[in-house]
T-cell receptor, first 112, second 113 residues
Framework: AQTVTQSQPEMSVQEAETVTLSCTYD???????LFWYKQPPSRQMILVIR??????QNATENRFSVNFQKAAKSFSLKISDSQLGDAAMYFC?????????FGTGTSLTVIP | DAGVTQSPTHLIKTRGQQVTLRCSPK?????VSWYQQALGQGPQFIFQ???????QRGNFPDRFSGHQFPNYSSELNVNALLLGDSALYLC????????????FGPGTRLTVL
């Protein structure tokens, strides 16, 4: 079964600094998709970034980028120039073409 | 363009009761997936509906059932509620059932007393 592990329950970062959130996953598949979702107190899951496993190039969306290491089954999220609005729960997720598998989340605090 | 909407926002039930949650997909979407998010956990996949049929199902008991209507909206029904069913229930919509691009609604918070 596919599993997604986020080993950092909580992280904090100073405003304008950079923070990296870790994620590892377990799968025997070669083709899949990886995601980072943000869930603010409003509860709505917001897509931050998406990575296709067959693409070697790391995905980037403005201040958000990933470090995708397929052999190591690692998918970390880097947030640059952190802003107060980045404070939220961040979930790493794996999609096998049929359904999502989510990690347990990392709560990010941004310190002014 | 309305996004995914869910109703009600909050719900309180007692053990043994039955509950129905509702979801309207984003305009143009035809597939609805349901997730259960317990406190402090990530969402867990319950099932997915496409063309009014259940296409995929996660590891949830038969007490959890659903329905999709011709207008693509969906209901999640939970029978014989247990305390452990207390959670945030998220609905996500997409175009086509074998796609990773899903848009989530704001969820329904269910409390079972």
């Amino acid at each position: 079964a596919q599993t997604v592990t986020q080993s950092q329950p909580e992280m904090s970062v100073q405003e304008a600094e950079t923070v990296t959130l870790s994620c590892t996953y377990d799968t025997s598949e070669s083709d899949y998709y990886l995601f980072w979702y943000k869930q603010p107190p409003s509860r709505q899951m917001i897509l931050v970034i998406r990575q296709e496993a067959y693409k070697q190039q790391n995905a980037t969306e403005n201040r958000f980028s990933v470090n995708f290491q397929k052999a190591a089954k690692s998918f970390s999220l880097k947030i640059s120039d952190s802003q107060l609005g980045d404070a939220a729960m961040y979930f790493c997720a794996y999609h096998d073409g049929n359904q999502f598998y989510f990690g347990t989340g990392t709560s990010l605090t941004v310190i002014p | 363009d309305a996004g995914v909407t869910q109703s009600p926002t909050h719900l309180i039930k007692t053990r043994g009761q039955q509950v129905t949650l509702r979801c309207s997909p984003k305009s143009g979407h035809d597939t609805v997936s349901w997730y259960q998010q317990a406190l402090g956990q990530g969402p867990q996949f319950i099932f997915q509906y496409y063309e009014e049929e259940e296409r995929q199902r996660g590891n949830f008991p038969d007490r959890f059932s659903g329905h999709q209507f011709p207008n693509y909206s969906s209901e999640l029904n939970v029978n014989a509620l247990l305390l452990g069913d207390s959670a945030l229930y998220l609905c996500a919509s997409s175009f086509g059932f074998r796609t990773d691009t899903q848009y989530f609604g704001p969820g329904t918070r269910l409390t079972v007393l």
